[in-house]
Antibody, heavy 120, light 108 residues
Framework: QVQLHQWGAGLLKPSETLSLTCAVYGGSFSGYYWSWIRQSPGKGLEWIAEISHSGSTNYNPSLKSRVTLSIDTSKNQFSLNLSSVTVADTAVYYC??????????????WGQGTLVTVSS | SSELTQDPAVSVALGQTVRITCQGDSLRSYFASWYQQKPGQAPLVVIYGKDNRPSGVPDRFSGSGSGDTASLTITGAQAEDEADYYCNSRASSGDRYVFGTGTKVTVL
């Protein structure tokens, strides 16, 4: 069974960089795209970005200028950096594995979520 | 801003049927997937593709779609189905995902 476990700092000050890592256990790491998704308190889901096992990336245009993704296939891990955070970046951040079938994909496996709070 | 629009809330009597809709241009090109989220939990996919249920999801959940609209139907709603539901699809540009605004389902 595939499991995603994520971790990172939970409390940041404005202007700092958010850093999260997601480790994948079970299943194949190659051949998939890996995403980050967030949810502000009481709000809906927002897709942040994705990275393939080969390092190809796509971003939400609204966050692209501040997002950096990386992947370490030797450790079956991928990471998110979000720079210059503000209070508006306070959210639960999830990592997720995309599964594709033909021309469509879905988020089949999710991490447990990490609450990141930005406060001065 | 979300490019997939959902009704904010719906209610359904126990054992009855409820349909949740999701509207957006991207649905003309890509199938929607649907996620159930209960308080304090990560989302869980309940429908993907044309009408596919992951193993373990009850068959009272079904999906459909036409044009720019996708629907999730719960036939015979149970108390445990009370949750927020989000649709999701690839954006029309093909280079990102979009989520729906979410629908809170209350089982009466």
């Amino acid at each position: 069974q595939v499991q995603l476990h994520q971790w990172g700092a939970g409390l940041l000050k404005p202007s700092e960089t958010l850093s999260l890592t997601c480790a994948v256990y079970g299943g194949s790491f190659s051949g998939y795209y890996w995403s980050w998704i967030r949810q502000s308190p009481g709000k809906g889901l927002e897709w942040i970005a994705e990275i393939s096992h080969s390092g190809s990336t796509n971003y939400n245009p609204s966050l692209k200028s501040r997002v950096t993704l990386s992947i370490d296939t030797s450790k079956n891990q991928f990471s998110l950096n979000l720079s210059s955070v503000t209070v508006a970046d306070t959210a639960v951040y999830y990592c997720a594995r995309e599964t594709w079938n033909g021309g469509y994909g879905w988020f089949e496996y999710w991490g447990q979520g990490t609450l990141v709070t930005v406060s001065s | 801003s979300s490019e997939l629009t959902q009704d904010p809330a719906v209610s359904v009597a126990l054992g009855q049927t409820v349909r949740i809709t999701c509207q957006g241009d991207s649905l003309r090109s890509y199938f929607a997937s649907w996620y159930q989220q209960k308080p304090g939990q990560a989302p869980l996919v309940v429908i993907y593709g044309k009408d596919n249920r992951p193993s373990g999801v009850p068959d009272r959940f079904s999906g459909s779609g036409s044009g720019d609209t996708a629907s999730l139907t719960i036939t015979g709603a149970q108390a445990e189905d009370e949750a927020d539901y989000y649709c999701n699809s690839r954006a029309s540009s093909g280079d990102r995902y979009v989520f729906g605004t979410g629908t809170k389902v209350t089982v009466l």
